[in-house]
């Protein structure tokens, strides 16, 4: 297997500063040496060009009701990532996409849903179903799963939508943080969720199962969103927006091994590693170490 490393190193989609400088960070952790372990081989392809964040207005007014900070900007790398990860699954490799903060996700998932069918699972502390109708901040990283669902004003945004992505394809594993607005859009979807009472009342093991049988029924692969804030700050403290009380450091790693397991991944991205509110890079060694167990590194 060939594992595609697509730099995207986007801070757009929050207020935190740092995200940006990730894909460094993940790289310099040993990404490489990491999934050489794992049996695969990783072929880096660079960085998108991504301006900075203070060469550019933030403040974009949507056609309808709400707004979006960065939007026109998130659009160019939406789109620039999504031909990169496109390309990738065309010549046989496994796109991997470093973040950069979430709204990232908006262009992999795209680009992993032309021309195919595709599930995601949404390994996440939160639900990124807003809209920007609905959002209390305006931040595109809390959006990219409306975003790429066609979701209220994101409905018909061709930029945006992954064409081959279906919500009851869709599966949020570990969710604790959301927004009252937001909770109301995922109670209406279609989408599966399992949130950390889950995982604490049955176990990663049949949730993180469940889900990637959700995700991956009927479709031609599935795509894996990694944030790191899906496990808890005393795991991964380099993140912009920690939330206490999630998963432990085996229990991220079982539910990759799972995922490399059930043999449906098309593409995977990992986000909003913030090496600024870091411990000594700690946060980007765990993000190499659950890539490559997701591509199928084990102990033995």
């Given at each position: 297997?060939?594992?595609?490393?697509?730099g995207?190193?986007?801070?757009?989609?929050?207020?935190?500063?740092?995200?940006?400088?990730?894909?460094?960070?993940?790289?310099?952790?040993?990404?490489?040496?990491?999934?050489?372990?794992?049996?695969?081989?990783?072929?880096?392809?660079?960085?998108?060009?991504?301006?900075?964040?203070?060469?550019?207005?933030?403040?974009?007014?949507?056609?309808?009701?709400?707004?979006?900070?960065?939007?026109?900007?998130?659009e160019?790398?939406?789109?620039?990532?999504?031909?990169?990860?496109?390309?990738?699954?065309?010549?046989?490799?496994?796109?991997?996409?470093?973040?950069?903060?979430?709204?990232?996700?908006?262009?992999?998932?795209?680009?992993?849903?032309?021309?195919?069918?595709?599930?995601?699972?949404?390994?996440?502390?939160?639900?990124?179903?807003?809209?920007?109708?609905?959002?209390?901040?305006?931040?595109?990283?809390?959006?990219?799963?409306?975003?790429?669902?066609?979701?209220?004003?994101?409905?018909?945004?061709?930029?945006?939508?992954?064409?081959?992505?279906?919500?009851?394809?869709?599966?949020?594993?570990?969710?604790?943080?959301?927004?009252?607005?937001?909770?109301?859009?995922?109670?209406?979807?279609?989408?599966?969720?399992?949130?950390?009472?889950?995982?604490?009342?049955?176990?990663?093991?049949?949730v993180?199962?469940?889900?990637?049988?959700?995700?991956?029924?009927?479709?031609?692969?599935?795509?894996?969103?990694?944030?790191?804030?899906?496990?808890?700050?005393?795991?991964?403290?380099g993140?912009?927006t920690?939330?206490?009380g999630?998963?432990?450091?085996?229990?991220?790693?079982?539910?990759?091994?799972?995922?490399?397991?059930?043999?449906?991944?098309?593409?995977?991205?990992?986000?909003?590693?913030?090496?600024?509110?870091?411990?000594?890079?700690?946060?980007?060694?765990?993000?190499?170490?659950?890539?490559?167990?997701?591509?199928?590194?084990?102990?033995?």
């Amino acid at each position: 297997m060939e594992a595609r490393i697509i730099g995207a190193p986007s801070d757009y989609g929050q207020d935190r500063r740092g995200v940006d400088m990730g894909p460094s960070a993940i790289r310099y952790a040993g990404l490489a040496d990491e999934l050489r372990a794992a049996g695969v081989d990783p072929v880096d392809t660079g960085d998108l060009t991504v301006p900075r964040a203070e060469e550019r207005d933030p403040d974009y007014r949507t056609p309808s009701e709400g707004e979006a900070k960065f939007l026109r900007e998130t659009e160019a790398v939406a789109d620039e990532l999504a031909d990169r990860v496109a390309e990738s699954i065309d010549e046989g490799a496994t796109p991997l996409a470093l973040g950069g903060d979430h709204s990232i996700a908006i262009g992999s998932l795209r680009g992993s849903a032309r021309d195919a069918d595709v599930g995601a699972v949404w390994f996440d502390a939160h639900g990124d179903f807003n809209t920007p109708s609905t959002s209390p901040s305006g931040n595109v990283h809390g959006m990219p799963l409306a975003a790429a669902l066609g979701v209220g004003e994101f409905a018909g945004v061709e930029w945006a939508n992954a064409p081959g992505l279906r919500e009851e394809n869709v599966v949020i594993v570990g969710l604790r943080a959301v927004d009252e607005r937001e909770r109301e859009r995922i109670a209406d979807s279609d989408v599966t969720v399992y949130t950390m009472s889950d995982i604490d009342e049955m176990g990663v093991r049949p949730v993180v199962e469940s889900a990637i049988e959700t995700a991956s029924h009927g479709v031609d692969g599935v795509h894996a969103s990694l944030d790191l804030d899906w496990l808890d700050p005393n795991e991964a403290p380099g993140v912009g927006t920690p939330v206490r009380g999630g998963v432990t450091y085996r229990e991220a790693h079982l539910a990759m091994e799972l995922l490399a397991e059930a043999d449906v991944l098309r593409s995977m991205e990992l986000v909003e590693v913030n090496p600024t509110l870091d411990e000594f890079n700690e946060t980007a060694e765990l993000a190499t170490e659950l890539a490559a167990s997701a591509f199928g590194k084990r102990i033995l």
